[in-house]
Structures are given as C-alpha cells and as structure tokens.
C-alpha cells in the first residue's frame, strides 16, 4: 500500500506536456493486432503480408514483350483531392504498408512467352482476281482463205521455163485462176502463140484486184467469155505438146503480153530478157508454192508499171 505522499506525489512534468501526453492517448488509433491472442494475432499478420505480396505487380524492366513503362512499379498515387489515398489490410494506408501500385495493370491477353506479332501497316487487301480477256472471234479476214492459190497445182510433171514476158512450164493437167476472176478471152486457136492457146481473165479480189493474167501456148479452154470463175474452177488443160505454157501480167484490154506496152519497155519476144513485168509475175508465183524459174531474181529489162507487185 502506497503512503499518501505516493498518492498525491505530483507528476514530474510541466502543466503542458501533460496536455499533450493526455490529448495524444486519447486519439491514438487502436492498432489492428491490439487484443488479440497470439495466435490471432500471428494469423492477422500472415495475412496482411499476403495482401501486400498480391498488391505489388512489378515486373522487371526490359521483360519482352512488355514495355517497361506499362509494367514497371510506381509509387502511390493518391486519390482525387478530398479522396484519401487508397487504403490496406485492416483500414491503414498503403502508403504506411510500404505497398507501390502499379503504374498499369496487367492485361491478360499478353502472354510473357509469346510476345504478340506486330500488326501489319496500312490496309492490306486480297489480290483481286484478274479474268483473262474473252478471246475475241477471229475476223473475217483471218477466217478467210488466202486470197490467191497455187494455179499450177494439178500440173503433173511440172517443169519450170525461163522467165521473158511471162514465166515459161512444161507438163501437162488442169490450171486454175490465181483467185476469183471473170474471163476476158478463151481461145485455143490463136495464131500468136504456139500452140494456138490463149485465155485471159481479170482478178476481181485480193491485192491485185482488176490487173489481168494470160494463160497461152499449148492449152485448151474450159471456159467461155464473161464466166465467173473462183480459185477451184478448172480453165484450162495443159498438153505437152513441145513448146509448154506461158502465164504472165496481159495488157489491160487483153490484146497480148503487158511487157509489150511502151510504158513496160515494149519488150516482146524476141527480148531482152527477163523482162521486169516477168519477173514481178514470178515473184508472185513462187510465194505461192511454185518451183521458181531459171532466171528468177536476177535483173529485169524494161519498166514495171505502177500498180504490179514489185518483184
């Protein structure tokens, strides 16, 4: 038991420290632990150092695929002003755990082993499917047959000549027009040619249209003046009766050979030979598949009209 002047023993400090001391244990928050047993309080503590674990997401900086400035740790950031900053375990601050928030929370669609792939730039769009163009019918042209063909064709034993007025052959069998024609003369008793033959008609299609061919010397005539004529019509029959056949440009009325005009040269058949007009009809001859003549491509006497293809 104490003695009175324990009881009343005034305390030691000033009037003013002891309001402060009083003030102070009468605001002092009672601690989250005060209380308890230890085995509480243990538990309590065990706790709240999970929360603050769980609490801290920090990754190191540098980690691929996560930017640093998205997953490293920042401190605290305090709530809008007003608003106290974001509380612990047990009501105390975070900032009093020692607990930083995260600048950025994770997102779980970022994977650590597999960084995303980077997206393409601009649009990108499928190839589109470029159709070939419809093939375009031939023309009329095209599907047209050449315009001239081979008249000595059916000729057995056909024996190229020399080339004078005209081009010179022998053997014997059917003559064709170059093309589509109208004859102009058919005789097979003319005194000017040996053996008496003498057919003329005029082309009335293809590139020489309108120019006039002869056909003379040892044939005979199929046709008659003024026929119509095509490519597949028979107008003539060679014989082989010594002298051949001779074919060449004739003179527009069909009178004789066109090397025999003065505006060829006048050149009839005593020569000189080839004649210019000749070898323009030997040219022709040979592009469609005749054997070419003695004397082709060497040079020409006389002139060649304007209008004859160019030997």
């Known amino acids: 038991m104490s003695s009175p002047q324990a009881r009343h023993r005034r305390s030691s400090h000033p009037p003013a420290a002891r309001s402060r001391l009083a003030a102070r244990a009468r605001h002092r928050k009672p601690s989250a632990l005060q209380g308890k047993s230890a085995k509480a309080t243990a538990a309590t503590a065990l706790a709240m150092s999970a929360a603050a674990s769980a609490a801290v997401t920090q990754w190191p900086s540098g980690t691929a695929g996560h930017p640093a400035s998205a997953i490293s740790a920042q401190p605290a950031r305090t709530g809008a002003p007003g608003q106290p900053a974001a509380a612990g375990p047990a009501g105390q601050p975070a900032t009093e755990l020692g607990v ?12 650590l082993n597999h960084p995303p792939r980077p997206r393409p730039r601009g649009k990108h769009h499928r190839p589109a499917v470029v159709s070939p163009p419809p093939s375009s019918p031939p023309s009329a042209a095209s599907s047209r047959p ?3 063909s081979n008249p000595l064709r059916a000729v057995a034993g056909l024996r190229p000549g020399r080339v004078d ?9 059917p003559v064709y027009p ?3 024609a ?6 097979g008793s003319s005194s000017g040619w040996p053996g008496g033959g003498w057919i003329t008609y005029r082309l009335t299609d293809g590139p020489d249209a309108g120019l006039m061919v002869y056909v003379a010397e040892d044939v005979q005539p199929t046709v008659a003046v003024g026929e119509v004529v095509t490519p597949a019509t028979v107008i003539a029959t060679v014989y082989d009766g010594g002298s051949g056949i001779e074919t060449g440009w004739a003179m527009p009325d069909g009178a004789s050979a066109e090397s025999e005009l003065p ?28 054997p070419a003549s003695s004397g082709a ?14 030997p």
């Open 263 to 290: 505006g060829a040269g006048g050149i009839g058949g005593g020569g000189p030979f080839p004649t210019m007009v000749g070898l323009s009809f030997e040219n022709l001859l040979t592009s469609l598949g005749v």
């Open 297 to 310: 491509g060497g040079p020409g006497y006389g002139t060649l009209p304007p209008g004859y293809p160019a």
């Open 146 to 148: 050449p315009a001239y």
């Open 165 to 173: 007025m005209g081009v010179d052959f022998g053997g014997s069998g």
């Open 182 to 187: 109208v004859i102009t003369s058919a005789t």
């Open 100 to 111: 930083q928030q995260p600048a950025a929370m994770y997102h779980p669609g970022i994977s």
């Open 178 to 180: 170059l093309g589509d």
